[in-house]
């Protein structure tokens, strides 16, 4: 038949456990964006130009 286990037991657990869980959020909040393997170009890139005409004249 299992045991119960002890209060201490249970508390060292839960300890550990949330030790774990923050080493891991820090570790992914640490984590940066992959870096691109080939620099971007001029040609890559999108422009944007405001185009629009003023209304309710």
Known sequence: MLDR???????????????VAVVALVL????GPARATEPRTAQHTTQFTHSATPTGR
């Open 5 to 19: 286990t002890s209060t201490t037991e249970r508390y060292a657990r839960g300890i550990v456990a949330a030790v």
């Open 28 to 31: 992914a909040a640490n984590a």
